[in-house]
């Protein structure tokens, strides 16, 4: 008996254990790799979904072209909710969609300034939506998912984006997640990354050794679906405007490339204003999350020429103080650089120098931040840096009186106190070569 038990324990065990009951292969699947939300005609939204073929992307491009070119296809569907444009879609799809893999949510300037809480919403309670999903303000909306500019994948081309553009120290990376725990955490209005797509009509590039003036033949052979939209009617006069362009003769799409990059901020889920590249970086400074940059000031010998260094690591800590109550918070930054470029003969081991540039540092640092500062109290008016958060934690009896009133009445006219430190931390050898 107790053998017989052993046995149907096994098997039960066995029965219940199998994993594959559910299981949909992978050519029964609709990957989507990126989303973009756009406005639509009223209260309607427009939902763009990049749908991936694996099979394609599998084999190689070269190889994929002689069974099938298309690596990605862009649907386009207009609805009253992000869930009803996906079914919509869902109909003329032959494969389950599957949200699980989106890396990258576009969503367009023209929705954003009017709200996207309700996508975010979407967004959070799908479960197949990963959190760390990067979010995106484009001026141009979803029709920058339709450039596969040096990935054949546009939502490759936006993941990699995601990883290399901090580095430039004009944009910061926020997720999902990041973005959701800010509209709800007191005192912080959250922020995107920004950028513009813009076509480009001659660009170089080699294929087998051959110089060519249009790219591979075309990747996404379907256009997307006409929902009676003009994009342009919906942008700022002066914001570049990504049309779908095709050449005539060939058939075949010219790459697209973004440009532009910088930081949209938002007032709760709704975008009041963009920072430029230079403005980014006053912001990062503040926030001590500038990950790498190159700064560049005047040589304090007085020869004209620029010296180019480089940020190491940045840091920030922000202290509110209440001072007679009047409320003001105390910065301090500490920035590490390495020297990358300068005049001939510059001696970086003379420390009257050295001095004399880290001077020049503090001065272009506390300037940088300063400028940006007063654009985002005065004109913005959205607390993006987290002042009214520190204030909270620091005093949440005080912050709960302060709350409504702070980003239009007490953050523009809030005192900040800048203490910059720079140390040039490796300022290369020293060299003595004089012109001639």
């Known amino acids: 008996m107790r053998r017989i038990g052993f046995v149907a324990l096994i098997i039960l065990l066995a029965l219940i254990s199998s994993g594959c009951w559910d299981t949909v292969e992978i050519e029964q699947v609709a990957l989507v790799g990126s989303m973009g939300v756009d406005k639509g005609q009223g209260d309607k939204v427009v939902v763009s979904l990049e749908v991936i073929n694996p099979g394609a992307l599998a084999t190689g491009i070269q190889g994929a072209t002689a069974q099938s070119p298309v690596v990605s296809i862009v649907t386009r569907d207009e609805a009253t909710t992000i869930a009803n444009a996906i079914n919509n879609a869902q109909r003329r799809t032959p494969r389950r969609i599957s949200t699980g893999l989106i890396g990258t949510v576009v ?12 996508y975010i919403d979407y967004l959070i309670r799908d479960a197949r939506v990963r959190s760390s999903a990067l979010l995106v303000t484009c001026d141009s909306g979803a029709e920058l998912l339709q450039r596969p500019f040096m990935y054949p994948l546009p939502s490759r081309t936006l993941a ?16 999902l997640g990041e973005f959701t725990a800010k509209l709800a955490e007191p005192g912080i209005e959250p922020t995107t990354i920004h950028t513009v797509g813009r076509k480009t009509k001659d660009v170089q590039v ?9 790219t591979d033949p075309a990747f996404m052979l379907e256009e997307p679906i006409d929902v009676d939209i003009t994009l342009e009617s919906e942008l700022p006069a002066e914001s570049p405007v990504l049309n779908p ?39 990062l400074w503040t926030t001590g999350e500038l990950e790498q940059s190159t700064v560049e000031i005047e040589d304090p010998r007085g020869s004209g020429k620029k010296i180019a260094l480089r940020v190491i690591r940045s840091s920030a800590s922000i202290k509110p103080v209440l001072d007679q109550e009047v409320i003001r918070m105390e910065v301090e930054l500490h920035v590490d650089l390495e020297t990358r470029e300068g005049p001939m003969g510059m001696d970086m081991t003379n420390q009257t ?23 985002v109290q ?10 009214g958060n520190k204030l ?13 009133r702070w980003n239009e009445e ?27």
């Not at 969503?107 to 309700?118: D, N, T, V, Y």
């Not at 995601?162 to 910061?172: E, K, R, Y």
């Not at 540039?357 to 940006?372: F, G, K, P, Q, W």
């Open 107 to 118: 969503f367009g300037q023209s929705l954003a300034r009017e709200g996207i809480g309700q």
């Open 160 to 175: 990699g984006l995601s990883q290399s553009a901090p580095a430039s120290g004009m944009t910061i990376t926020v997720t």
């Open 206 to 214: 080699k294929r087998q050794g051959e110089e060519v003036k249009h």
């Open 245 to 283: 362009y095709k050449e005539a003769s060939s058939g075949e799409f010219v790459p697209g490339i973004t440009i532009d990059i910088g930081i949209a901020a938002y007032r709760g889920d709704k975008l009041v204003g963009l920072l430029d590249s230079a403005e980014a970086r006053g912001y």
């Open 353 to 375: 120098l050295l001095e004399a540039i880290e001077d020049s540092l503090d001065a272009l640092i506390m300037h940088e931040a300063r400028t940006t500062l007063n654009k």
């Open 378 to 387: 005065k004109e913005l008016k959205t607390d993006i840096y987290g002042f």
């Open 392 to 404: 909270y934690r620091a005093n949440p009896k005080l912050w709960a009186e302060l709350e409504p």
């Open 410 to 436: 007490l953050f523009p006219d809030l005192e900040v106190h800048f203490q910059v430190k720079s140390r040039v931390r490796a300022p290369g050898a020293a060299y003595s070569v004089s012109s001639r």
